[in-house]
């Protein structure tokens, strides 16, 4: 299966010094898969510890934490050799293991020449963390393009990296897309789709609803387990909330969350604060703040905390823990909800590294992003699911903020892609559009 982020990994193998890796992300997004199995293949042999599985491979760290100690320590408990110039080190789970994360900044510091690769689902929560001494990545669930790409269909990734234009193109894009809503990005969700791509469509949308319920079942297990100091019950109502806030905007766009009724007697931001933290803070839902009036760089300064819009961090779990069945997906049943593909563009977004993202609310006009480019401008991008473009929220903010360019993404096959200033794109085209008009200015 093939990830994007890939690429910067060997980057930092062919560094003649380097700093240790540190892969955060969602518990089952593919940390494991992406060091053990792909960067892993670059090396004749790889040392890996799991901190969740075997707790007691903490005693490596017990004492001292100078590179040669630790490696001499975890021969010694794992009966493997192991060349510190040459071979692998993956330290999976690091934040059981809280001496493993500060033996970081000394394989930083003392031993540059090292692969050392650590993964966690719960980096965000550590007390403690090795500032300036990682190169700190975060992997997603699968893009659309990785999916794309696990579907081994050439012609249909040929037709998408050159975004062409067409009614062929659009039919079969559109096509999968939908598949993508239903399945999501998880890994083990995407490789049982397209395993199980010779079967009927009711067996192969059984065996991923099964991967979807274990998999939201083993976060509700986690809120328990990880939660510390901040109240699970809090954390699991906020999870269990945001699919049924977004599911409840139908046709419009997805309104800030609401506090109220989320939690017995609890109804202010200030209440839900630390629960809201905690799910981002592990990557199980992604932040969009509403911005007023005329929208400067940097949007940062103007987002208030106490109004913000809450996504899921997987389509796919979305639709899952709504019930929102294949079939309806597939005959656009769902057309009218726009939060879905809110919820596509938000993951895209977050894909490639704009989060927080903001909207612009004024009045009753509303875009659901806008995004600062490279230069400081201010880009609204305007999503509609379905096959009706009319964009009144979108002429309304060009009118007021009169911005250097606009995107819409439909549920059409959009305009020319070489449009540089009202561009209209198909939603699946999103990756196009952040690397053409957002990171590039």
């Not at 964009?391 to 959009?414: D, F, H, M, V, W």
Request: proline content about 4%; some cysteine.
């Amino acid at each position: 299966m093939h990830r994007t982020l890939l690429s910067a990994l060997l980057t930092w193998k062919k560094r003649t010094e380097r700093k240790p890796l540190l892969i955060d992300g969602a518990r089952q997004t593919g940390k494991t898969y992406l060091l053990q199995r792909l960067l892993g293949s670059q090396f004749e042999h790889v040392l890996r510890i799991d901190f969740l599985e075997t707790p007691s491979m903490a005693e490596a760290f017990s004492g001292s934490l100078t590179p040669e100690d630790v490696i001499s320590n975890i021969e010694l408990l794992t009966g493997e050799t192991f060349n510190m110039n040459k071979d692998l080190l993956i330290l999976d789970e690091i934040g059981e293991c809280a001496r493993a994360v500060t033996a970081l900044k000394y394989f930083a510091e003392k031993a540059p020449q090292m692969y050392v690769a650590a993964s966690g689902s719960n980096i965000g929560l550590l007390d403690a963390f090795p500032v300036g001494k990682v190169e700190q990545h975060n992997l997603r669930p699968l893009t659309f393009r990785e999916f794309l790409i696990a579907a081994d269909e050439p012609a249909q990734l040929k037709a998408y990296d050159a975004a062409v234009n067409s009614t062929a193109a659009h039919t079969k894009l559109f096509d999968q897309l939908t598949d993508y809503y239903f399945t999501g990005g998880m890994p083990e969700a995407v490789a049982m789709w397209f395993a199980l791509a010779d079967k009927s469509i009711l067996e192969r949308v059984k065996a991923v609803s099964d991967i979807h319920a274990n998999l939201v079942s083993g976060y509700l297990r986690d809120f328990g387990k990880y939660s510390g100091k901040t109240d699970a019950s809090l954390i699991e109502a906020v999870f269990r909330s945001v699919p049924s806030q977004l599911s409840s905007v139908l046709d419009e766009s997805v309104k800030r969350f609401r506090f109220k009724d989320v939690h017995q007697r609890k109804s202010r931001y200030q209440e839900f604060e630390g629960a809201i933290s905690w799910l981002e803070k592990c990557r199980l839902v992604l932040k969009n703040y509403p911005i007023d009036g005329k929208p400067r760089s940097p949007l940062a300064a103007y987002l208030k905390d106490n109004k913000v819009k809450l996504f899921m961090f997987d389509i796919g779990l979305l639709n899952h823990m709504l019930g929102t069945s294949y079939k309806e997906i597939k005959q656009q049943g769902c057309e009218y909800k726009g939060y879905i593909a809110e919820n596509f563009v938000q993951q895209e977004l977050a894909a490639y590294g704009i989060e927080p993202s903001f909207s612009w609310q004024d009045a009753r006009a509303e875009i659901e992003f806008i995004v600062a480019d490279h230069d400081g401008h201010i880009i609204p991008i305007e999503v509609k699911s379905g096959k009706r473009t009319q964009a009144r929220s979108l002429n309304s903010y060009i009118e007021k903020c009169q911005p250097l360019k606009s995107i819409k993404l439909t549920g059409t096959r959009g305009s020319s892609p070489l449009e540089q200033q009202n561009i209209v794109m198909p939603l699946y085209y999103t990756e196009h559009v952040i690397r053409r008009h957002l990171r590039n200015g």
